[in-house]
Nanobody
Framework: VQLQASGGGLVRPGGSLRLSCTAS????????MGWYRQAPGKRREWVGF???????ELADSVKGRFTISRDNAKKTVYLQMSSLKPDDTAVYYC?????WGQGTLVTVSS
């Protein structure tokens, strides 16, 4: 199983960005997909997850600004980020069980 994260980039404070994570090589349905992030010099932290029934949970730090959705046919999960702050600058990773994507860098700066 491989997880491919994409969509990172440079965005101004207050802006939006959508990250994608696509699973390949999986014969099974991905029930839960999580998002994590790691800011420079900090530990990796949980951002949120989405279940197969589309139920989501988000960390308090991003609640109200980030949403998670999924397209099962494409085996892709999305992290929609809005009202971005400089503190959101991090490498964002998608995760399913023991599998991790390679990370995509999000930089929020003016």
């Amino acid at each position: 199983v491989q997880l491919q994260a994409s969509g990172g980039g440079l965005v101004r404070p207050g802006g939006s960005l959508r990250l994608s994570c696509t699973a390949s090589g999986a014969r099974f349905r991905i029930d839960i997909m999580g998002w994590y992030r790691q800011a420079p010099g900090k530990r990796r932290e949980w951002v949120g997850f989405i279940r197969s029934d589309r139920h989501t949970e988000l960390a308090d730090s991003v609640k109200g600004r980030f949403t998670i959705s999924r397209d099962n046919a494409k085996k892709t999960v999305y992290l929609q980020m809005s009202s971005l702050k400089p503190d959101d600058t991090a490498v964002y990773y998608c995760n399913h069980m023991q599998y991790w994507g390679q990370g995509t860098l999000v930089t929020v700066s003016s």
